[in-house]
């Protein structure tokens, strides 16, 4: 019989409850006490869900991230927060955000606020993790106490647990030395505390256990080869068995390498990898257990259930019950249930499939597989019925749109000038200062800005009072803006409650959700809209709000746009096409906005691709591909204006030494990029790259509730100039502060203003 389980289950809550648990005890209304019970509730209804599998995942629920729960468990704490004493949860927030507690922090006298750890972005997912740090001189103790304690309060509820933990490969791999030292010579401390803490599981009477290594999906030098081989062989006298997990993508030359590694089991996605699943078959030993994800953890369309008992029926057969089922990777990517979208498009909601649907999808096909198709005739021809309909759809194929991407023109891409032409245009437009101060476009997004916006979808509040509540929030933005002196404006963007799901709310070809929430980092939720058919723009977007903002002022205003891979790789997104021709459908529509903005007046026009990298394949093999027409997306986005109006792009918590080239491709005339978590390391690149237009490496970390000293972003902005000339480089934070408060924001803004000063009268 094939059985069932699930790598992950979403632990943010139906309704966000984590997040609003979590925001009350940053703020100090709620108790550490309060927090922990909330997170016993998500786990407990968690499991409940996942009652009917024969594994379910236990060690999955994070206050934060995973992978910091993982660095608590093996004892690898930064230096800096190393010393703190009192509870461990203070600690963790510390190293998450750079500080806990408002009100009830028990360190906020002794310690206070530190710089928050590193966050990037899980592979080619839009969660972000926290970096491990690493020097020559780490070590690793074991606190297996969190996973511990909820494995206790599953087996209590009679949950049938499978412990879940990162692999000791994949720990090394996403994470940083610090000092420039080898991670891999930290393997076999890392390996002894490994080896405790299964041997910790065996003692409670654990069978299984699933070890994550998703690294298994990208390219593998020897030494990492090596590594796995190592780890492994090291591992495998514990008395537990192993699942060991990889998913994202495709294992091509590491086949191989999994298949002979001694493990009891392994799981591949076999959505991404389908084609790794016969040679896998065929390298196995007839021992091993093989998991098949076969349900999509990253995307809600719902699975064609028909189609995939048809090529995984002879491989059950075959393995009886060494064959397990369950989704391709954790379902942290997607939302929790369907049922609750009560306005979600009608046509649209019978594609789709959450969480709870997937879960119902996998019970079906293990029904189908153990008791055959008849069991379930019924369902599989309801699913068929749905799966049909969306392929025949007439929204989803516009065959005007079909015959614009056809007639795509190299021209659209390229300015009139090149950049050292256009340059002095724009200077003379402007008339900026040197280290010119912006922002990156959104500002604080206060419970008023909020209930104005659940009032007028409600119909409580009608479409003028709602437009001059939102006019009132952009003439504030603008009036606190001028008043710190900076010296290009944005309008704040309070009509916007998400910089993607704004601008697929106004195209068509997508469709929305209430409740369709998934987890970004810590407590920041994002709600992807879902891109459904081919993309038209009916009417202009942001032009209203942004000629408001310039009437304002007498300063220049951003013209703040979404650029389309972001709103590509930051949407759920159709699987019956290439995503490169969806890039392209939505590049074409942003560009009429972008041309609207410049007819309009506006000179500066911001066009965000803070998801570039995230889109990149695992195999660097393959980047070249995506990044051809990734590039080109955006560049027939922003080039169809004249030489004078300026371009800027934003990129946000996504390294891209490595890509540097394809940025400078994009031919933005100016930059903003993340660099103060990383301490300006990201600006390595330009030690061998002469980047040739104006770059803002953000100064100020909006993602941590700590301010930055006017000293610091001097510091900053120095290191920047040993690569940059001074000229080229504007000051500005390294992302937007919708999720900041008004109090925080404004003394850091302060200083950013005052430090660009200092720079100019140091220069």
């Not at 491989?315 to 379902?331: K, V």
């Not at 990029?673 to 237009?693: C, Q, V, W």
């Not at 000051?731 to 302060?750: I, Y």
Request: glycine share 6%; aromatic share 8%.
């Amino acid at each position: 019989m094939a059985h069932t389980h699930n790598l992950g289950f979403p632990r943010i809550g139906a309704k966000r409850e984590l997040k609003f648990g979590l925001e009350s005890y940053w703020k100090g209304t709620s108790s550490r006490d309060e927090l922990k019970a909330l997170g016993a509730q998500l786990r407990q209804r968690h499991w409940q869900h996942q009652a009917d599998l024969d594994l379910s995942p236990v060690g999955d629920f994070a206050f934060y991230d995973q992978v910091l729960d993982m660095s608590f468990t093996l004892g690898n704490l930064p230096e800096r927060v190393q010393d703190f004493h009192g509870d461990t949860l203070d600690n963790y927030f510390r190293v998450a955000r750079g500080r806990s507690a408002l009100g009830g922090d028990d360190h906020g006298v002794c310690c206070g606020g530190v710089a928050a750890g590193e966050m990037t972005k899980w592979f080619d997912t839009n969660y972000h993790y926290i970096v491990p740090e690493f020097t020559a001189q780490t070590g690793f103790r074991l606190d297996a106490s969190r996973l511990l304690a909820q494995l206790a309060e599953a087996r209590a509820q009679g949950v049938k647990a499978k412990p879940v933990i990162v692999g000791p490969v994949t720990y090394l791999s996403i994470g940083k030395a610090k000092d420039g030292s080898d991670k891999l010579a930290l393997l076999p401390r890392l390996l002894s505390v490994y080896a405790d803490l299964l041997a910790t599981l065996a003692a409670q009477g654990v069978e299984w256990v699933q070890i994550d290594e998703p690294v298994l999906a990208t390219e593998l030098d020897a030494d990492w080869q090596h590594a796995f081989t190592t780890a492994y062989h090291q591992l495998k006298s514990a008395r537990v068995k192993l699942l060991l997990a990889t998913y994202f993508g495709q294992l091509l030359e590491n086949q191989y390498l999994l298949a002979n590694l001694p493990v009891a089991g392994v799981h591949i996605d076999a959505i991404n990898g389908r084609d790794d699943v016969v040679p896998l078959l065929n390298l196995l030993p007839p021992h091993k257990v093989l998991s098949l994800g076969v349900v999509d953890g990253r995307n809600i369309w719902k699975t064609d259930l028909n189609a995939v008992l048809d090529w995984v029926e002879p491989i059950a057969a075959r393995l009886g019950d060494l064959l397990w089922i369950a989704p391709t990777c954790s379902l942290l990517h997607v939302p929790v249930d369907l049922a609750s979208e009560a306005r979600l498009d009608p046509e649209v909601k019978p594609w789709l499939a959450y969480a709870l649907q997937k879960l119902d999808e996998l019970q079906l096909l293990a029904t189908a597989l153990n008791q055959g198709r008849a069991a379930v005739k019924d369902e599989l021809a309801a699913n068929q019925q749905a799966v049909a309909s969306r392929r025949a759809s007439a929204r989803v194929h516009n065959p005007a749109v079909k015959a614009a991407i056809g007639q795509l023109d190299a021209t659209l891409g390229q300015r009139t000038s090149h950049y050292a032409l256009r340059a002095p245009l724009q200077a003379a437009r402007l008339k900026l200062p040197a280290f010119p101060t912006t922002t990156i476009g959104s500002f604080p997004q206060t419970a008023e800005i909020r209930h104005a916006r659940s009032q007028f979808k409600a119909g409580a509040l009608d479409e003028a009072a709602y437009r001059a509540a939102m006019q009132a929030e952009i003439a504030k933005s603008v009036r606190e803006q001028e008043a710190l002196g900076l010296d290009v404006l944005v309008h704040g963007e309070a009509e916007r409650n998400d910089m993607v799901e704004y601008f697929g709310e106004q195209l068509d070809g997508y469709a929305f959700s209430q409740f369709g929430w998934v987890q970004s980092y810590g407590s920041r939720c994002v709600k992807p809209p879902i891109l459904f058919g081919d993309i038209t723009r009916p009417k202009a977007m942001t032009v209203e709000w942004i000629r408001y903002a310039q009437s304002l002022t007498t300063k220049p205003m951003k013209g703040m746009l979404t650029g389309p891979v972001t709103i590509l790789n930051w949407s759920f997104v159709r699987d019956d096409q290439p995503r490169s021709v969806s890039c392209k459908q939505l590049a074409l529509a942003i560009r009429a906005e972008v041309q609207d903005l410049e007819q309009a007046g506006v000179g500066v026009i911001q066009i965000d691709e803070a998801a570039l990298r995230e889109g990149l394949p695992l195999r660097k093999s393959q980047w070249a591909g995506y990044l051809g027409w990734a590039v080109e997306s955006f560049r027939i986005t922003a080039n169809g204006v004249g030489d004078a109006t300026q371009i800027h792009t934003h990129m946000c918590y996504s390294e891209f030494n490595d890509i540097i080239g394809s940025i400078a491709d994009m031919d933005a005339d100016v930059i903003t990029i993340e660099t103060s978590r990383s301490d300006m390391e990201l600006l390595d690149a330009f030690d061998h790259f002469n980047y040739p237009n104006q770059i803002g490496p953000g100064v100020y970390d909006i993602h941590s509730p700590n301010i930055p000293t006017q000293e610091h972003i001097v510091q900053l902005m120095r290191k920047a100039a040993v690569r940059i000339p001074a000229e080229r480089l504007w000051v500005n934070p390294d992302c937007g502060l919708k999720t900041r408060q008004w109090s925080e924001v404004l003394p850091a803004l302060t200083n950013m203003v005052a430090a660009a000063k200092t720079l100019r009268a140091t220069a």
